[in-house]
């Protein structure tokens, strides 16, 4: 009697109709196909659903479509070092999306995480300053709030310039370069931030200059009172187009306040920064 209700048991799950197919009976190629429509986070949160997504999310040809066009250019030639290459393209594609210094740690590269574009920082002390080798009027100051050791302070000076220099191969697209300053010299005190706003003068009697040209022609200039007290501030420079992404562009940048009539003061100096112009939107509304 069992034996025959096992049997019809069993004579039912044959004939019944087959399961239905779940997420984790798809192909890992067919996975990888997916991934390859997805962008970065999308990839990396998709790849923790199952084996076949997780295996997927390994494959080349994924994150070598993430990687910028010039991602050789940076390995080789800025930052010195092939063996970069000989990783996978998704831990490629991880290393260069954390800062990397090059020119001696004046300068750093990243690529934002979530679209692979190409930033770059230029430190202060990578910026031509007008008396900066004088103590009476700049000196370089430790921070934690920079990406880099020192920001260079201005306690006061009548002539006031900053230009900046770069050349490099970037990708296609339209890029934002602006500056990152802060009036005010911040510091902790007692485990709190503080800001001595001492030296803080002479900036809003006449705005500060910004200019941008490029090799191939391109120029912007704009200006604006220099304020906010207390925080770093991204003021834009101006935007440029790269058209041609096997050419070297180079980028000459200023800002100036110039004006023998009254002197300025109270101004950290840290860096000039460059994002693709999406991705510098983002960063300067989270500033």
């Known amino acids: 009697m069992g034996a025959n209700i ?22 890992e190629s067919c996975a990888a196909l997916v991934l390859a429509q997805l962008d970065p986070p999308e990839i990396c949160k998709l790849a923790r659903l199952n084996r076949s997504f997780r295996d997927a999310s390994y494959a080349d040809f994924i994150w070598e479509s993430k990687l910028p066009s010039n991602y050789r250019f940076i390995a080789e030639k800025v930052l010195g070092d092939a063996t970069l290459l000989d990783l996978q393209k998704k831990e490629l594609y991880a290393r260069l999306s954390r800062p990397r210094p090059f020119d001696a740690g004046t300068k750093e590269i990243w690529l934002d ?34 990406r880099y050791p020192t920001v260079a302070y201005l306690q006061q000076i009548w002539w006031f310039e900053v230009d900046g220099e770069l050349e490099f191969q970037f990708p296609a697209g339209t890029y934002s370069l602006f500056f990152r300053l802060q009036l005010g010299k911040s510091s902790k005190r007692r485990g709190r931030r503080v800001c001595n706003s001492e030296h803080i003068h002479g900036w809003d009697i006449k705005p500060a200059r910004f200019r941008l040209t490029t ?11 220099l304020d906010n007290p ?29 004006d023998c009539t009254h002197p300025k003061g109270g101004l950290c100096v840290d ?12 960063v300067r509304s989270c500033s």
């Open 230 to 258: 207390g925080n770093w501030v991204l003021y834009h420079v101006g935007d440029f187009v790269v058209e041609n992404p096997n050419a070297s562009s180079k980028l000459k940048f200023s800002l100036t306040q110039i």
């Open 215 to 225: 090799s191939d022609g391109q120029h912007a200039v704009s200006q604006c009172y």
């Open 113 to 146: 995480k979530n679209t692979g574009g190409v930033c770059l920082s230029i430190s202060s002390k990578a910026l031509a300053i007008t008396g900066i080798d004088d103590r009476r009027y700049w000196s370089h100051i430790s921070t934690e709030e920079s």
């Open 6 to 27: 096992s049997d019809a048991v069993v004579d039912g799950n044959e004939d019944a109709p087959p399961s239905r197919p779940r997420l984790g009976d798809i192909p």
């Open 271 to 282: 860096s000039a920064l460059i994002y693709p112009t999406s991705v510098g939107k983002q």
